[in-house]
């Protein structure tokens, strides 16, 4: 069972907006920051998101996160086939002095 | 362009050690953490070891404490996970990644290499 919460699936047609939570707790999300990887099928997982919002470069503006108290977002915006991976959220824990996980959740595009 | 190339990963039997390690290039290693990260078949990230960019500051997730030793090697670019006692549950792939500091956010990971833990 991971620290951090994330439902294990979300779904969505080309062109919606999906959003994926991640439910934590004062150890981590309330005080750390949130950061977001994707995980395309059989590959390495990527920076999508990190420090809450803020984008690396070369990750579309369609892709953002949002964090309040001990809940962080995701949001996918104009969904694309290509978008069709498992996301996870991540953040430092101060009671277990590590980051952490969420479970992770699997994007299908329909 | 950067890149992170894992090594050292196989067939290992219950008991049994394996040192992994990650071949660095194309930043400053020695101005990041530097962190190891598994994923076991089918399964979700775990977070392993991280190591702070001098080496002065280790952390363990509690399930391979006593057993993995992360260290670094800032003038060849490289990390390792020494990895002894090994159990069946210790079957994952393992990623190296870097870190902004210890408590950051992963910058880059590495493709993975496979550790298989079996009799």
């Known amino acids: 069972q991971s620290v951090l919460t994330q439902p294990p699936s979300a779904s969505g047609t080309p062109g919606q907006r999906v959003t994926i939570s991640c439910s934590g707790s004062?150890?981590?999300?309330?005080?750390?920051?949130v950061h977001w990887y994707q995980q395309l099928p059989g590959t390495a997982p990527k920076l999508l998101i990190y420090?809450?919002?803020q984008r690396p470069s070369g990750v579309p503006d369609r892709f953002s996160g949002s964090k309040s108290g001990t809940s962080a977002s995701l949001a996918i915006s104009g969904l694309r086939s290509e978008d069709e991976a498992d996301y996870y959220c991540?953040?430092?824990?101060?009671?277990?002095?590590?980051?952490?996980f969420g479970g992770g959740t699997k994007l299908t595009v329909l | 362009q950067v890149q992170l190339v894992e090594s050292g990963g196989g067939v290992v039997q219950p008991g049994r050690s394996l040192r992994l390690s990650c071949a660095v290039s194309?930043?400053?290693?020695?101005?990041?953490?530097m962190h190891w990260v598994r994923q076991a078949p089918g399964k979700g990230l775990e977070w392993v070891a991280v190591?702070?960019?001098?080496?002065?500051?280790?952390y363990y997730v509690d399930s391979v404490k006593g057993r993995f030793t992360i260290s670094r090697d800032n003038s060849k670019y490289t990390l390792y996970l020494q990895m002894n006692s090994l159990r069946a549950e210790d079957t994952a792939v393992y990623y190296c990644?870097?870190?902004?500091?210890?408590?950051?956010?992963?910058?880059?990971w590495g493709q993975g290499t496979l550790v298989t833990v079996s009799s």
């Open positions: 420090s809450n919002n």
């Open positions: 194309g930043i400053t290693f020695s101005s990041y953490g």
């Open positions: 004062s150890s981590n999300i309330e005080n750390n920051y």
């Open positions: 190591i702070s960019y001098d080496g002065s500051q280790k």
């Open positions: 990644a870097s870190g902004r500091g210890v408590r950051g956010h992963f910058d880059y």
């Open positions: 991540a953040a430092w824990d101060d009671s277990l002095s590590g980051p952490r």
